[in-house]
């Protein structure tokens, strides 16, 4: 079943706390409830009680679709390095939350190949009105301090997250190597949100890794001829086959 990326001014304002979910998710009990994994994992650990509220509140949404997140769950318990964990992370974020999706599979992706330097905050109060816009139902329209509040929190999780680097107002687009356990990774986990392999080597997911579809193809051929999927490809006609049948598979199977 294809995944669609849902809007969360939560998510996106408390962020994606990667070394906090990364120790949660290393320390994760199979054998108890997601509730109670979150209790134990991340109560009392944070500097404040309300904080401690926020994070879990905030750990508890992202974790809600937990069939798919259990593949994380499973690198980080088998002791994946938490900087490729975090590129991992970074495709779920990058797939399932508005208005992160938009702006890192669009936006982002888009302007660092029209050969942009650096991104501020400024430049993506448009992209928050655009996703804002779009989204389901009839919700309230969006105060000017969120737009503004919402831009800069795009710019941190990016940061966050590994798309972009530097300090102060204005960020550099950062070069995004990733190991070919990851890349498998994404193949595996493109494929489940997708809904079916065939789409794997034409998703724009691929784009959170800043790669388009001309660099997909070269990656799909090195994992082929590294044996690590199968890729076929005769003119118009490509096939992939996985090593796993789900990236929960292929995460219990990668040599870590």
């Known amino acids: 079943?294809?995944?669609?990326?849902?809007?969360?001014?939560?998510?996106?304002?408390?962020?994606?706390?990667?070394?906090?979910?990364y120790?949660?998710?290393?320390?994760?009990?199979?054998?108890?409830?997601?509730?109670?994994?979150?209790?134990?994992?991340?109560?009392?650990?944070?500097?404040?009680?309300?904080?401690?509220?926020?994070?879990?509140?905030?750990?508890?949404?992202?974790?809600?679709?937990f069939d798919l997140i259990k593949s994380l769950i499973v690198l980080?318990?088998?002791?994946?390095?938490?900087s490729d964990w975090r590129d991992c992370?970074?495709?779920?974020?990058?797939?399932?939350?508005?208005?992160?999706?938009?702006?890192?599979?669009?936006?982002?992706?888009?302007?660092?190949?029209?050969?942009?330097v650096t991104v501020r905050s400024e430049?993506?109060?448009?992209v928050v009105d655009d996703v804002a816009g779009r989204r389901a139902g009839s919700p309230a329209p969006i105060s000017a301090y969120s737009r503004i509040r919402a831009a800069r929190d795009l710019l941190k999780t990016a940061v966050d997250l590994g798309l972009l680097e530097g300090g102060g107002p204005a960020r550099s687009f950062s070069t995004v190597a990733m190991s070919d356990d990851v890349l498998v990774f994404y193949a595996q986990?493109?494929?489940?949100?997708?809904?079916?392999?065939?789409?794997?080597?034409?998703?724009?997911?691929?784009?959170?890794?800043?790669?388009a579809p001309h660099d997909v193809q070269l990656t799909l051929l090195h994992l082929h001829q590294f044996r690590r999927l199968d890729?076929?490809?005769?003119?118009?006609?490509?096939?992939?086959?996985?090593?796993?049948?789900?990236?929960?598979?292929?995460?219990m199977q990668v040599p870590l």
């Open 1 to 21: 079943m294809k995944v669609k990326p849902e809007w969360s001014q939560r998510l996106l304002r408390k962020g994606v706390l990667v070394q906090e979910t």
């Open 23 to 65: 120790k949660l998710f290393s320390d994760w009990d199979f054998t108890a409830s997601p509730e109670e994994n979150l209790e134990r994992g991340l109560r009392g650990r944070q500097a404040t009680e309300g904080w401690d509220e926020e994070v879990l509140a905030t750990v508890r949404r992202r974790v809600r679709d």
């Open 76 to 82: 980080a318990q088998r002791g994946m390095p938490v």
């Open 89 to 116: 992370l970074r495709l779920w974020v990058g797939a399932t939350e508005e208005p992160f999706h938009t702006f890192a599979t669009g936006w982002l992706f888009d302007e660092r190949a029209k050969g942009r």
């Open 123 to 126: 430049d993506l109060v448009s």
């Open 189 to 211: 986990l493109i494929a489940d949100l997708e809904g079916e392999p065939s789409r794997v080597p034409t998703s724009k997911l691929w784009r959170l890794a800043y790669l």
């Open 231 to 251: 890729y076929q490809a005769a003119g118009s006609l490509v096939q992939v086959s996985l090593p796993a049948s789900s990236a929960e598979q292929f995460a």
